[in-house]
């Protein structure tokens, strides 16, 4: 048709260089390159002849690379700008930004500056004060539902509160109160020292040097963090326990197999034993406390049972977690099972005055096995532990 018409077909050098362009197209990833290398076509031919070269290309990319030759020039790239939009009332987010604002919700911080960043993307030339803000966000944001409730203003969602407030990112006030520098202190001379020890390790210690001085140093934080304490806490219980266990006043507990007959405790085989903790006590009211004692021994739990009431007696039984070191040593180095402690408080509410005496039962295992003395008579009370 051209021929007939008298018109010239696209030269050689177009054809090569639509076919260039052509092949970039189809190996460009995103639509804005694909967009620039299309703009760069249309400027040498139009869309029918385009459309031999790249296959299934629509008349509508056609057009907007074509405008966007003659609005930006071919193959220019255009940075894209972004666009916010607001879908809360501005009058809802200026009344909750006046009020996460306040003086009672932030405070000035004496030193530290912030730069405010435009919703365009610039940082502006703006530097305020850094600030501090005195509540958690979801106590800000149902401090502010109730206050808004009580002056009839109508807000948004509490969810779209937190987003404003992850926005509006400012430090969160800690209390200095009991704040234990000390326990921050050794934490980072335990780290001091384990790099010392790896620097060591390096200069010609060894490998295995290395391993077993960082193992002893990481068993120390733990003993110093946790079982110090309660080793501390519990000394003056496990001398109590040496000193009384002369006259029977401590329960052991026997490592065996648990007996069927425990449960019901009316065994007549069963030997008795001596001991203050038990002999005011009637054999049901025993195995409610004996109960107890397994239950939590299995559940592997440490807590307080409930003031139970026998009697003029109120007891209170706590069940002890074992040490960590020695738990670390079971589990690393197949050493003795760990062992629970568990402490028995009596409160004799009928002596004048009331006497409180301590009693260990120890240690507590599961299944275990416990030898008491049946007494006659006896005030019998049921009790939930």
């Known amino acids: 048709m051209n021929e007939g018409l008298g018109l010239d077909e696209l030269s050689e050098t177009s054809k090569n260089y639509l076919q260039v362009l052509a092949e970039a197209y189809d190996k460009a990833q995103g639509w804005d390159t694909r967009r620039q290398i299309l703009s760069m076509m249309c400027g040498v031919s139009n869309y029918s002849d385009i459309s031999r070269f790249i296959s299934g290309l629509s008349r509508y990319r056609f057009t907007i690379a ?45 030193f530290g500056q912030t730069t405010l960043k435009l919703s365009s993307g610039q940082l502006a030339m703006v530097e305020v004060l850094s600030v501090i803000r005195t509540m958690i966000p979801q106590r800000i944001v149902r401090q502010y539902t109730q206050y808004y409730n009580e002056t009839g203003f109508k807000t948004f969602s509490g969810r779209t509160m937190l987003r404003v ?47 077993r001085y960082v193992k002893s140093l990481k068993e120390a934080k ?71 004692l397994l239950k939590q021994a299995a559940m592997n739990l440490t807590g307080y049972s409930k003031a139970t009431f026998y009697s003029n007696y109120i007891y209170f039984i706590q069940l002890l977690s074992p040490f960590k070191v020695d738990v670390l040593e079971y589990l690393d180095n197949n050493g003795a099972k760990p062992e629970r402690r568990a402490v028995a408080v009596v409160f004799h509410r009928a002596a004048d005055p009331p006497v409180v005496k301590e009693y260990i039962v120890y240690p507590v295992s599961t299944p275990t096995e416990y030898k008491v003395r049946k007494v006659q008579g006896g005030q019998k009370k049921n009790s939930s532990i």
């Open 222 to 292: 733990f003993y110093l963090k946790g079982d110090f304490r309660n080793v501390q806490q519990h000394r003056g219980a496990v001398l109590w326990n040496k000193i009384t266990s002369r006259n029977a006043d401590i329960v052991h507990a026997t490592r065996k197999s648990i007996d069927p007959r425990l449960n019901g405790m009316t065994s007549s085989n069963a030997q008795p034993k001596s001991s203050s903790l038990f002999e005011d006590l009637t054999v049901s009211e025993i195995t409610v406390v004996m109960d107890y």
């Open 165 to 211: 407030l992850n926005e509006c990112k400012v430090t969160t006030r800690k209390s200095l109160q009991g704040l234990d520098y000390f326990a921050a202190e050794g934490a980072r001379a335990f780290d001091e020292l384990e790099g010392l020890v790896l620097q060591l390790g390096e200069l010609g210690l060894g490998k295995e040097w290395q391993v």
């Open 66 to 110: 074509n405008l966007h030759r003659l609005q930006h020039g071919s193959g220019a790239s255009v940075t894209p700008q972004p666009s916010s939009r607001i879908r809360v009332d501005p009058k809802q987010l200026d009344h909750f930004l006046s009020y996460i604002t306040s003086p009672h919700l932030v405070q000035d911080l004496p």
